[in-house]
């Protein structure tokens, strides 16, 4: 049996939300955790340079993550690391208890999530087998392996646009393959994508297959032309995946309103259907998802969760008592 331990919060992902929502809750004099597996910082950690959150006009996002996790335990907050949440369940007397792999349980009044998403697959044969060893989701990560290489990047949406942009520092020529006639991605990341002359956009096309050479490492793809069912390969050595991703909601126990994709909804205050379990940042419904959206989540999330812990002693005081 594992050990017990006692917060007033606990924050599940150490990504821009958790540790902001952290950070409040510890200037709030509250007894609080972050819970991560990995490193702090989540996507930031994934993003080479950060150039949309204010005051920073240039910072790189494993410098952002550090800063953000420095000033969590500054204010009191504790993180900790290497811990895999595999449950946040509400018991009968109110209280969540919030499990790990490695048998330990965090017992609060109330619990954030914090935990982010995972990058959504294609599904095509080869993908998985070629992870790795051409197939990558994290340009950040493996960009540097593709020096003066020919590679593609699959998408539409800001990831895929913005990750390609950045790929060309290494690659000596990148694909971006859509399936439509056009990009979701912002303007401005369109514009910068186009007049990039390493990058040649593949319309109206579908990857479905990544094939191997003799050594084991991605050769080309398939690829499928959506109007006209024409098929033809691309040489390429490296894939990047940008399609998307899932919230990280599976660790929930109890039931909680959620839209078709797995989002949680929460109200005004990123409270989730649930009393007590607030919400912030990836994982739950919005608009967009950025770090400052993050983090106005994750400030309204502590904060409200600060007022919801004195409703709770409140209400638990004999009537009449100071």
Same mark, same amino acid.
């Given at each position: ?191 910068? *994508? !186009? &007049?990039?002359?390493?990058?040649? /956009? ?7 297959? =990544? %094939? +191997? $050479? #003799? ?61 007590? *379990? !607030? &919400?912030?940042?990836?994982?739950? /419904? ?7 959206? =993050? %983090? +106005? $989540? #994750? ?24």
């Amino acid at each position: 049996m594992g050990q017990t331990y006692e917060y007033d919060i606990v924050i599940v992902g150490a990504g821009p939300a958790g540790l902001c929502a952290g950070m409040y809750a510890g200037r709030g004099m509250l007894k609080a955790v972050v819970l991560e597996r990995g490193a702090p910082g989540g996507e930031l950690l994934n993003t080479e340079v950060i150039e949309d959150y204010p005051g920073f006009e240039h910072i790189l996002g494993y410098e952002l993550a550090q800063k953000f996790s420095d000033h969590a335990v500054k204010f009191g907050a504790e993180v900790r690391t290497g811990v895999v949440v595999t449950s946040v369940r509400k018991r009968d007397d109110g209280m969540f208890e919030t499990r790990t792999e490695g048998g330990e349980t965090f017992v609060s009044p109330v619990a954030i999530v914090t935990a982010g998403g995972t990058p959504v697959r294609l599904g095509i044969p080869g993908e998985l087998e070629y992870a790795g060893k051409g197939v990558s989701y994290c340009a950040v990560c493996d960009g540097a392996f593709f020096r003066n290489q020919t590679i593609a990047v699959v998408g539409g949406g800001d990831a895929a646009v913005e990750e390609a942009d950045y790929l060309t520092r290494y690659a000596e020529k990148v694909y971006v393959i859509h399936r439509r006639d056009e990009f979701r991605a912002s303007r401005i990341l369109q514009e910068r *994508l !186009f &007049a990039n002359p390493k990058i040649e /956009v593949v319309w109206n096309t579908v990857a479905e297959r =990544a %094939v +191997g $050479d #003799a050594q084991g490492l991605l050769h080309h793809l398939e690829l499928r032309d959506v109007n006209t069912d024409a098929k033809r390969e691309l040489a390429v050595t490296g894939l990047f995946i940008f399609v998307g991703f899932r919230p990280n909601t599976g660790v929930i126990a109890d039931h909680v309103d959620h839209d078709e994709m797995g989002y949680l909804r929460t109200d005004w205050s990123m409270m989730t259907s649930l009393p007590g *379990l !607030f &919400a912030a940042g990836d994982v739950r /419904v919005q608009i967009t998802r950025q770090v400052t959206t =993050a %983090v +106005g $989540d #994750a400030t309204t999330a502590a904060i409200a969760a600060e007022k919801f812990l004195k409703a709770r002693e409140d209400a638990a005081k004999p009537v009449g008592a100071a």
